[in-house]
């Protein structure tokens, strides 16, 4: 059965060489969290203490600040990152849709980045040959497929990338945050493909700081702070603790269409 399990999960990252600012930078851009200093070796602590359970079914968005941790939480609930104290347990195959751009070639054509990152996500070639023509309609790059990836402007790309995402079958789909260098009449087309793509995952966990896009695609979320669980619990409840407020009271009017939700109406004034 398709399920995420972590028991009492840390994981740290030491830093061999202290002196190096910019080393420590990157990193602590990267994976949030703090610095210990108990060690002859500075280490960062960028997850402590998580405890999750995600199965079939699951729907789980995170929340949280830039450096929270939610990315490196991604990475310990795909595999990429192993623990440095407690467990984790991964049954299914994932699909860590972690930055659009990765597994793509500059140097090579549209058609045979389709190919290479499809695989990269675990489908096979003969998967990936039966929607090259889906894909290729959705990004509506035309001629432009046949020309090399570094000819593409950052918006096309975006278009290229995404239309393999929404194309895969996966059973465990983690996703964190990517869409944006595109119109809004194509964001608005990917959109229905995202959602597509979540209702085909056997379970998601998707990390994001749009409310609309969360509360379209997930049910569930988990609030990291500085490395830690700050909060879990239904997605609603866990959006008014973070931001303070509501979640609905911001909704697009297109978001509360699709969920069949009314608008809550603010009263000004005695009126």
């Known amino acids: ?37 108990d060690s002859k070796v500075p280490v960062i602590e960028a997850l402590h203490d998580i405890t999750v359970s995600v199965h079939a079914g699951d729907r789980v968005g995170l929340v949280g600040h830039n450096g929270a941790g939610k990315s490196t939480l991604l990475r310990l609930l795909s595999g990429i990152y192993e623990p440095t104290r407690g467990s984790a347990k991964i049954q299914g195959r994932v699909a860590p849709v972690f930055d659009l751009g990765v597994g793509m070639d500059q140097e090579i054509s549209g058609y045979e980045n389709i190919m290479i990152r499809g695989l990269y996500l675990g489908m096979t070639r003969k ?45 465990i789909l983690l996703l964190d945050e990517g869409i944006g260098a595109v119109d809004s009449r194509f964001l608005n087309k990917a ?65 509360a269409a699709r969920l069949g939700i009314e608008r809550p109406v603010s009263v000004k004034g005695g009126e």
Not at 224 to 233: K, Y
Request: one cysteine or more; aromatic letters at 6%; hydrophobic letters at 40%.
């Open 127 to 171: 998967q990936m040959e039966k929607r090259v023509d889906d894909i290729a309609d959705f990004t509506e790059l035309g001629d432009y497929l046949s020309m090399p990836l570094r000819t593409y402007s950052t918006g096309m790309r975006v278009r290229l990338a995404l239309g393999v995402v929404t194309s895969i079958d996966p059973e």
């Open 1 to 37: 059965m398709t399920s995420i399990e972590v028991w009492n999960a840390s994981v740290d990252f030491p830093i061999f060489d202290a002196k190096s600012r910019s080393l420590k930078k990157k990193v602590l851009g990267k994976v949030g969290g703090k610095i210990g200093t």
């Open 191 to 255: 959109r229905d493909r995202l959602v597509d793509l979540v209702r085909r995952s056997g379970l998601l966990v998707f990390a994001s700081h749009q409310d609309d896009l969360l509360l379209e695609l997930c049910t569930s979320a988990i609030w990291m702070d500085e490395g830690h669980m700050r909060m879990q619990g239904s997605l609603r409840d866990v959006l008014k603790a973070y931001k303070g407020k509501d979640p609905f009271q911001n909704i697009s009017p297109e978001t």
